[in-house]
């Protein structure tokens, strides 16, 4: 029995300590719950804050909402204004315009008159230079009428001086002018003691040569020519009187017993010569033995032997040279040897041809704002130099007047005083020869403005209803 009460007592204790561990774990979950609970509230009255913040937010941004409105309003009202000045301001630009449009209509009224008296002006300029070059050219006639007065007034003599020559080789005689009239007067012959006249016939292998500059060459002398004197004859150029040498010359030939180096009596450093003529480079030596000549044509760096042909041919110590081309021109180099010596000079050729100038086209019509160009084709030579003349003065280039080479002339958005004539003048020290051609304005004129095919092109005036000026 006691064992049963006892089993029985153990048995409620098991139960009463499993009822204690359950009411341990209840209360651990009520405070577990509790600071559920207690967490909740916190959030709840975050929460409430939150909302409380939100609602004065709300309220503040309706408040800047209402004074928003207040100012679209005011700025409603000041457009309405605005646009009241703009339709006002709008109104006066339009009589304003009217009153430039009229301005505009007389400003091309009074430039038309300006223009007409440019012309004018123009034409009188063009008479006082005419006047102006008759004056001259009387100036420069009466100053050549006083010169040549001057110099008609004074006596000259002419010399010929003895020359001596070694046997074999060529002869040098010279015609001495006085330097005060040596520009009015020319060699035109030689005459020998007995009237007998020499004429050149170097083209026919002959032993004489006459210089224009007053030299005469006479080849492979002998002793027989110690017989004979020499007279040159002279020209003035301003009375055409004719004078002969007072003195006549005389040759001294000489028979070395010794060698004597060749020496250069006569040449040339430069000779002048027209196309198709023929012309003859001189080259006169002594010595003994008897040099021998030899031509030869610097061509760069090189000095070539030149070869003779039916055109080409060297008679003596000359070269001579038949139907000159332009291709001939340069220099030229007479080398002179013998056993005993040797010795060289240099000979410029220079070939002229007259001088023309062609411009094409030599009337252009170009429209305002167009592009016009003149080619000049110039022939003949040498050409030293190529201008280009407007209207008489010399062309003014730059900015839309561009020269292209020497040749061309290109004129860029073509004006109004841009039209007229340009001249290409070409020269040398000989002379000069000149082209013209014409630039003229094309379009239409209507109301004095140019209203062409090019009127598209134009921004500035065209803007406001008008073309250009023309005339």
Known sequence: MVQSVWVTVQSVWVTVQSVWVTVQSVWVMVQSVWVTVQSVWVTVQSVWVMVQSVWVTVQSVWVTVQ???????????????????????WVTVQSVWVTVQSVWVTVQSVWVTVQSVWVTVQSVWVTVQSVWVTVQSVWVTVQSERERDIVVRQYYEVQVYDEFVISGNTAVIKCHVPSFVRDYVSVTSWVRGNGERIVSDVLTGGRYSVFGTGELHIRHVTKADEFQSYHCETQHVLTDETTISAVAGRLMVNEPRSSVPPRITDSRSSVTATVRRTVELPCAAQGFPIPQYQWHRVTGKVEVAVVQDGRIQQVGGSLLIRQVTAADAGRYVCVVSSSVGSERTHTTLEVWAPLTAHISPQVQTVDVGGEATFNCSPEGFPQDTITWIKDGEPLQVGGRVRLVGQRTVVVDDVRREDRGMYQCLVSNLEGSAQGSAQLKLGGQCQDGVVVGSRKDRFKSRSDMGYGFVCS
Do not use: D, G
Not at 67 to 88: E, M, P
């Open 67 to 89: 004074s928003v409105w207040v100012t679209v309003q005011s700025v409603w009202v000041t457009v309405q204004s605005v646009w009241v000045t703009v339709q006002s301001v």
